[in-house]
Each structure stands twice: as structure tokens, then as C-alpha cells.
């Protein structure tokens, strides 16, 4: 256990699920999907994704994690004797680590603008910033550094061990994220122009709807929960006993989501204000932000300095608190796995997400042509991994503790051994068994064209 157990306290463990879910998916990805999704239709399916499949997924990977007190793969094998459940695990390995490498590359760019708003270097007209954001990524070096120094970062804190360290500043860090995000949601209201950008988001245009914004939303609730990659198993597995898994899971969501929808109240009515089109894509946030710290603050420039300074900076944590829960996912394996040391495990998660890394930052930089499927090879990983992989992992978590471990297991801990929610656990364990793999299979199917 001396290994398994260095994570902080048992308040921390919870603190570090909620760190792990709150990162560049709420800042970064959750607005430009919901811009190129069609705004306020997209976020209300959302929601309806993260209540009704969201929160059943999450308690399944946290009954399979602390029951079994082990690392993904070793969790669905212990509990189901051998049979092929194990390759939940391995898949759940296998997709956090792709997400790893290419989330590295847009936290590295987040790396860059700290750097860059210290230097004072985005500062310029609607179009400068668009230019910025443009000619730094597809730099052929300085994109690929920053996201190798920033996977080299996670390294460190993987190995130091000093997720302690980590977990007891996010206690303050997070809520200093919080606040200065909702100072920025006024300052970016305010804004000339801004109504159009609210409108946006509060006003629902269900002509958009399609099946395949319900799996891009199905995809951006997974991937912000980080649901279905065995990452909450690995976690849970380190959760105290007295931990209330269900009330964990929702105050994880609720904050998560709110997190969310704060930053597209930050990005979209500033982008309204500047000309900048919602469905920009993956650049959505970085050609934005420079924007709403000038103009905001343009009466008293040295707060946004100030305020931009501080807010890549938080940003920057944020994602080192999710990025270093992918990588514990790959070196709690292959630790326990194959009895490597630990400092061992952790290096070939961080070269083979270095390897990701790299060809995924050229794809949409310097060589355009690392194409997959007519899209950079960023974007497949990215779609690859949300739409499809993490789906299917938290539909496999779902069936595994629906059907397949004994139910008084699943009831023993949900209920903390019948001390809570035992009225509950119907209404879960039939969202298990039906609610989720029949949504999660049907939104599938009809994107495969089958119905
Ligand atoms: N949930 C994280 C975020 O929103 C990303 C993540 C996905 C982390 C999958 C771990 C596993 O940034």
C-alpha cells in the first residue's frame, strides 16, 4: 500500500477527482464545441448528458475503483476473475494516454501565452491577436517545446510525489480560478456588442440539433468528467471507505459544469464584441482572451497585464491537475502491472505521450499534411478519444456494475454498507443497466448509420 497510498489526505484524494475534472475541457474545449455545436441547444443536451449518463458513469468507476483497491486493469480483473473485463482497464490506459498527448499540446500553448503576456507581446488589434495565435503555432519548434516541457512538469510531479504539495494549493488555486473567472464574465458582458455572443448561449436554436451534436455533447460531458477513461476508477481506488460516492460525483459535476459554462460566458459575448466567429474552432479561446484583458480593462491597462498574467498562470495549474491524472492512469499500471519502479512506469507514459505530442502539435502547426481521416491528426485523437473511446469505456463501466459484479457489491458501495441513499440505488441501478448503455448504444448506432 506505501505506493498506492501517497496520495494526501483522504479529503485531498476527492480534492485531486475534482482537480482531474476541471481543466482545459471546461476552459478551452467546452466553448469551442459549444461554438461550433450551436451554442445554447448544445449546452442544454449537455447538461442533460452529465445528469442522466454523466453522474450513473461516474459512480460505476468509483464502486469498481475503491472496491477493488487497484489500478484500472488489475480493478475490472480482480472483480470479475479473469474474464476479458480486464480490457476495459487496458482501454481506459490506452485512451488517457492519448488524450494525454494531445491535451499536452494545447496546455503547452497555455504555457506560451503566460510567457507571452508576461513579455507584454499580445497586445495589438483583433487581428494582430489572430495573427499571434496563428504564427506561434505553426512555429515548427516552439509549439513542440512547450508541449514537451509541459508533459516533462507532469513527469515530475508524477514522480517527486509531491501531489500533496499539489492538492493542498488547489485548495486555494481553484477558487482564486473561480472568482477571476467571474470577474471576467462581467468585465466581458460589459463589453460593446456582447448581446450577441449572450443570445448565443442562453437562447436555444433547436434547428441545429442533429445526432451528431448529441454525441459531440455526449463526448464534451465525458471528456470534462473525465468519465471512461478508467481515471476515476484509478482515483477512487485510493478513496477512503467513508467516502459518499454519489454526493463525491455530484459535487464534482456541479462545479465542473459550472466551470464550464462560466468560461462561455467569458469567451462568447467578447468574441461577439470583437467580430471573432463562435465556430472558430480549437483556436476559440486564445484568440479571444487577449481581447477581453485589453478592452476590458483598457482604462486601467495594468490590470488586465495583471489579470491576464494571473489567468494563464491558473490555467496552467489546472491542467497540470488533469494532466497529471492521465498519467497516473499509465504509471499506477505499469507499476503494479509489471512490477517496474515507479519512476520507470512513469517515463514510458511520458514518452509514448511525447511521441503523441508531437505528431499531434505538427498536425496543426508546421505539417499540415499529418492528416487522418481528411482532419490533423490533433483533431482525430481528439474526436477519436471523446466521441468514441470514452463513450464506450463509461458504457462498459456501466454494464460491468449493472450486470455483471454481484449486485450486494455494487449496493455495499454506493450505500457505504447501507449507512446512505440505500432509496437511491434503484433508481442507479437501473440507470446502469438500461438508462446508459441503451443512450450511449443508440446515439452509437445512429452515427454509424446502422439506424
Ligand atoms: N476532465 C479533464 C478536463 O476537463 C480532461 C481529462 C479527460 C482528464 C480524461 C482525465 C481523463 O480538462
Not at 31 to 49: D, E, K, R, S
Not at 200 to 217: C, I, Y
Not at 256 to 262: N, P, V, Y
Request: aromatic share 12%.
Amino acid at each position: 500500500m506505501s505506493e498506492r497510498g501517497n496520495f494526501g489526505s483522504r479529503l485531498g484524494i476527492v480534492l485531486a477527482t475534482a482537480g482531474s475534472a476541471v481543466g482545459l475541457g471546461n476552459v478551452w474545449r467546452f466553448p469551442y464545441m459549444t461554438g461550433q455545436n450551436g451554442g445554447a441547444a448544445f449546452i442544454l443536451i449537455y447538461i442533460a448528458c452529465i445528469l442522466l449518463l454523466g453522474l450513473p458513469g461516474m459512480v460505476s468507476e468509483f464502486i469498481v475503483g475503491r472496491h477493488a483497491q487497484a489500478n484500472a486493469a488489475a480493478a475490472y480483473d480482480k472483480l470479475s476473475g479473469g474474464r476479458p473485463w480486464k480490457l476495459v482497464g487496458y482501454l481506459g490506459i490506452l485512451t488517457s494516454t492519448i488524450i494525454l498527448g494531445f491535451y499536452a499540446v494545447v496546455a503547452g500553448w497555455c504555457l506560451q501565452y503566460l510567457f507571452a503576456s508576461i513579455a507584454g507581446q499580445v497586445m495589438g488589434d483583433a487581428d494582430y491577436v489572430s495573427r499571434y495565435f496563428v504564427s506561434f503555432s505553426s512555429h515548427p519548434l516552439k509549439p513542440l517545446l512547450w508541449a514537451l516541457g509541459f508533459l516533462l512538469l507532469t513527469h515530475l510531479v508524477i514522480v517527486r510525489g509531491v501531489r500533496k504539495g499539489i492538492e493542498r494549493a488547489s485548495k486555494f488555486l481553484m477558487p482564486i480560478l473561480f472568482v477571476l473567472l467571474m470577474i471576467l464574465v462581467v468585465a466581458s458582458c460589459l463589453l460593446p456588442g456582447a448581446g450577441e455572443g449572450i443570445r448565443f448561449l442562453l437562447m436555444p436554436d433547436f434547428t441545429k440539433l442533429s445526432s451528431g451534436v448529441m454525441l459531440e455533447a455526449l463526448g464534451q460531458a465525458f471528456f470534462s468528467l473525465s468519465l471512461g477513461t478508467a481515471c476515476l476508477c484509478t482515483y477512487a481506488s485510493y478513496f477512503s471507505r467513508d467516502t459518499r460516492l454519489l454526493p463525491s460525483a455530484g459535487q464534482i459535476a456541479l462545479l465542473d459544469t459550472l466551470i464550464a459554462i462560466l468560461s462561455g460566458l467569458m469567451i462568447f459575448p467578447a468574441a461577439a464584441s470583437v467580430g471573432i466567429s463562435p465556430d472558430s474552432g480549437p483556436s476559440l479561446i486564445f484568440i479571444t482572451l487577449p481581447n477581453v484583458f485589453q478592452q476590458a480593462f483598457s482604462a486601467v491597462p495594468a490590470v488586465g497585464y495583471v489579470v491576464s498574467i494571473m489567468f494563464y498562470a491558473l490555467l496552467v495549474f489546472a491542467a497540470l491537475t488533469s494532466t497529471i491524472s492521465m498519467h497516473e492512469i499509465g504509471t499506477a499500471f505499469f507499476t503494479e502491472e509489471w512490477n517496474l519502479p515507479r519512476r520507470r512506469s512513469a517515463w514510458v507514459v511520458t514518452v509514448v505521450a511525447s511521441v503523441i505530442s508531437v505528431v499531434c502539435s505538427l498536425s496543426v502547426g508546421a505539417l499540415p499534411s499529418l492528416q487522418l481521416m481528411d482532419r490533423s491528426v490533433m483533431d482525430f485523437c481528439d474526436q477519436l478519444t471523446a466521441n468514441f473511446m470514452l463513450p464506450a469505456g463509461a458504457m462498459l463501466a456501466c454494464l460491468f456494475v449493472g450486470w455483471y459484479i454481484p449486485k450486494q457489491v455494487a449496493r455495499d458501495e454506493f450505500t457505504n454498507f447501507g449507512t446512505f441513499g440505500t432509496r437511491l440505488f434503484p433508481a442507479y441501478l437501473f440507470a446502469v443497466r438500461f438508462l446508459c448503455p441503451l443512450c450511449i448504444g443508440l446515439i452509437f448506432l445512429h452515427q454509424l448509420g446502422v439506424i
